[in-house]
């Protein structure tokens, strides 16, 4: 099955400083690598996801980029502020129509320094 | 908040009784999941239901079951089987088909067990 590693599991920035956190994949037919935020005490939420025909995707502060080959993926924050602070999970799974099977990695606490 | 709800948000049990966690969708969506979170650690998968009346093992199913009788309930019993079961469980839901395979993750509950 897949198995995805996540690192570093913690990462202290300055505010306004970029962040960023890497996964590796073990199932080179994964393709769907969606990244979720998780505040203290709440549920994960989706922040960004990239399909594998992509090497790279931006949402404003946010930037995930793909090495198909490496089987790794990473996850950019820029100009980071303290509502950033949050543990960030990476996954991977097959897109397909039999469902979305995520496999996620063990997670990085980010905290951002005022 | 995502149209998904789990409860109670917390729970505490005694060592040998089994609990049941009700997770609940309104998002007309075909799967539903159930994850474990342990402190500091990623999500595991126990099970999952892509359909009414089936569902299948996830990475750690043991000392679990689960019921899929309707599309919008997916709950998940604890038994006394589990040898670790002081977790906070999420449950989340997904569609299968189309272009967006996000899944919603409900708000949590924190089961702890003596």
């Known amino acids: 099955g897949e198995n995805v590693e996540q690192h570093p599991s913690t990462l202290s920035v300055q505010e306004g400083d970029s962040a960023v956190i890497k996964c590796t994949y073990s199932d080179s037919a994964s393709n769907y690598f969606p990244w979720y935020k998780q505040e203290l005490g709440k549920r994960p939420q989706l922040i960004i996801d990239i399909r594998s025909n992509v090497g790279e995707k931006k949402d404003q502060r946010i930037a995930v980029t793909l090495n198909k080959t490496a089987k790794h993926f990473s996850l950019h924050i820029t100009e980071t502020q303290p509502e950033d602070s949050a543990v960030y999970f990476c996954?991977?799974?097959?897109?397909?129509?039999?469902?979305?099977?995520?496999?996620f990695g063990g997670g990085t606490r980010l905290m951002v320094k005022p | 908040d995502g149209g998904i709800t789990q409860s109670p948000k917390y729970l505490f049990r005694k060592e040998g009784q089994n609990v049941t966690l009700s997770c609940e969708q309104n998002?007309?969506?075909?799967?539903m999941y159930w994850y474990r979170q342990d402190p500091g650690q990623g999500l595991r998968l126990i099970y999952y239901s892509q359909i009414v009346n089936d569902f299948q093992k996830g990475d750690i199913a043991e000392g679990y079951s689960v019921s899929r009788e309707k599309k919008e309930s997916f709950p998940l019993t604890v038994t006394s089987a589990q040898k670790n079961p002081t977790a906070f469980y999420l449950c989340?839901?997904?569609?299968?088909?189309?272009?967006?395979?996000?899944?919603?993750f409900g708000p949590g509950t924190r089961l702890t067990v003596t």
């Open positions: 996954a991977a799974s097959r897109d397909n129509n039999a469902g979305n099977m995520l496999t």
């Open positions: 989340a839901s997904s569609m299968i088909a189309g272009s967006s395979y996000e899944q919603y």
């Open positions: 998002l007309n969506h075909d799967a």
